[in-house]
């Protein structure tokens, strides 16, 4: 009997439980990515990550065609595309991961039963994490809110096993369906903005792993390394994680392989709030487009926002160091410092009073690594508004952050090249500098000189509208907070 291994964001061949399952079947196996970005709306994949999706979708296909096998590219409907699939080669079992997104669970409910109607099973394997969502409960059985009790029961458990191989692939089925060139899918975008994204990322298994083995000589380094935008001090795995190129498993196993389990403990930190933020969205799914904290819907944000200072935001042109400098490394290589992420995003939430959703709609479409789970929750987490949030009164200076996180000013002058000239001391904060300083460095024309916003006022601008809104509304933080 043959089957059917449905690719969505397990792209890879080692590790993954869902072709491991379906290789135990002994019969042929295809093996198919449908196209139906429409199915995933309102979040359905932006423009760095169909561009990531893409290079990832012909690694695949090369890893498959190692082994004597095609990834079949289809696109239409999920649900009668794999229906016709199966029923041309004979299929009665189709093998997928689980996601955790509110608008793929709902889509893969209505596969399930469309495939079921026809005699076809969907099974929904394991989700690319370390934990098990709903196995992860409080005392009192209910999800978990807060992070450091959620991460000391699943570290509690973490003994992970080895890894699983790269399964024997059967053959290849005929196939008489009508496919797709992974061209037709036009994910590449048609202006060609991405030219810095070649020399940055290798997308596919091969490159997680090579970014992981990179990593892996540094990992002794993490914990003081990681908050410094200046340093190259963390793993940038994100976007492998998300595309399931590589496994949090994999990654664990080879820390405890190489003895950095100890050393690697901070970093392992860092994967439990990926697995946080998926066992919030996964337990809390409206909080994608709601604040999770409900008095947060009172709260005055600037509507509509201004459009010359959410334009200004998104191109890194504030006149913030810090906040530009970030802006701009996202523009030009779909990832930002996690550390820059929440100063800017901060910035946008407080001092200008902007709906962090706006901020997070263009993180979705300038992230290689956007993530529903992941983005959510830091912009939630950022604006104060989400499970286990800052403090509301905790506005991320700038300039301060800058000071103590890029001392010697390097990571600002990589990415803002008007700044070049200006000395440390005043790299943060050159608004400070005399107008005859300003001239000397070429900055008396700019936005440096003179930004856009006043850090002082706009922070008490900020602090008066959440005042109000705990006035308005004094209730408990957790009202709205039902799990979903
Ligand atoms: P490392 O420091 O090497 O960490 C290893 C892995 O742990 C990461 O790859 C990631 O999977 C996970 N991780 C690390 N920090 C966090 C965190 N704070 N929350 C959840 N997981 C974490 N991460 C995304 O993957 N996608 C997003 O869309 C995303 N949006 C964000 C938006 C905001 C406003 C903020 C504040 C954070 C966001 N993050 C997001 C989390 C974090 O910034 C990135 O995961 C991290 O910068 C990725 O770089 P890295 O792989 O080098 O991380």
Not at 52 to 70: C, I, N, T, V, Y
Not at 106 to 123: K, M, N, P, T
Not at 210 to 226: G, I, P, Q, T
Not at 318 to 344: C, F, S
Request: charged share 20%; glycine share 6%.
């Amino acid at each position: 009997m043959s089957s059917i291994v449905w690719f969505r964001r397990d792209l890879r061949v080692a590790d993954n439980p869902t072709l491991q399952a379906a290789c135990l079947s002994c019969g042929d196996i295809a093996f198919v990515y449908v196209h139906a970005p429409e199915e995933e709306a309102p979040w359905a994949p932006g423009a760095a990550s169909r561009w990531w999706l893409h290079h990832s979708l012909a690694a695949l296909d090369a890893e498959l065609a190692k082994r004597g096998q095609r990834l079949l590219i289809l696109r239409g409907a999920s649900a009668p595309v794999l229906a016709a699939l199966a029923k041309d080669i004979g299929a009665r079992d189709i093998h997928a991961g689980t996601l955790m997104e509110p608008a793929i669970r709902c889509r893969d409910e209505v596969v399930r039963q469309h495939l079921a109607e026809q005699g076809i099973a969907l099974h929904l394997h394991a989700p690319n994490l370390l934990s098990d969502p709903e196995a992860v409960r409080t005392a009192k059985g209910e999800p978990y809110r807060v992070f450091t009790p959620f991460w000391r029961q699943v570290r509690s458990k973490l003994m992970p096993d080895a890894p699983g191989p790269v399964p024997q692939l059967p053959n290849p089925p005929g196939v008489s369906v009508q496919r797709d060139a992974l061209d037709a899918l036009r994910l590449l975008p048609r202006v060609a903005w991405d030219f810095g994204f070649d020399a940055d990322w290798t997308p596919g298994e091969a490159g997680a792993h090579r970014a992981l083995s990179d990593f892996m000589d540094d990992v002794s380094r993490y914990a003081e390394a990681r908050n410094r935008p200046d340093q190259a001090g963390t793993s940038r795995l994100s976007p492998h994680l998300h595309f399931g190129e590589i496994t949090p498993r994999q990654i664990a196993w080879a820390m405890r392989g190489r003895g950095q389990f100890d050393p690697g403990e901070a970093f392992l930190r860092e994967l439990g709030w990926r697995e946080f933020c998926h066992h919030l969205l996964w337990h809390f799914p409206y909080t994608t487009d709601a604040p999770m904290d409900a008095r947060f819907a009172d709260y005055p944000w600037q509507q509509p926002p201004d459009p010359a200072l959410l334009a200004a935001w998104q191109q890194g042109r504030t006149g913030i160091p810090m906040v530009d400098a970030g802006m701009r490394e996202l523009w030009h290589t779909g990832w930002m410092h996690n550390r820059v992420r929440m100063i800017v995003a901060s910035l946008l939430t407080k001092n200008l009073r902007i709906h962090w959703l706006h901020g997070a709609r263009w993180f979705w479409d300038t992230l290689v690594d956007a993530d529903l789970a992941n983005n959510t929750a830091g912009w939630q987490w950022t604006a104060g508004s989400g499970a286990d949030a800052a403090p509301y009164f905790r506005i991320f200076n700038p300039v301060l952050q800058g000071q103590r996180f890029d001392p010697r000013g390097d990571y600002v002058r990589r990415w803002i090249p008007e700044l070049s000239k200006v000395p440390a001391p005043s790299i943060h904060s050159p608004w400070t500098l005399s107008v005859a300083e300003q001239r000397d460095f070429g900055i008396d024309d700019t936005p440096y000189a003179r930004p856009l916003i006043d850090l002082a006022q706009t922070r008490n601008r900020a602090l008066e509208g959440l005042a109000e809104m705990r006035n308005a509304r004094p209730h408990d933080a957790r009202a709205n907070s039902q799990p979903g």
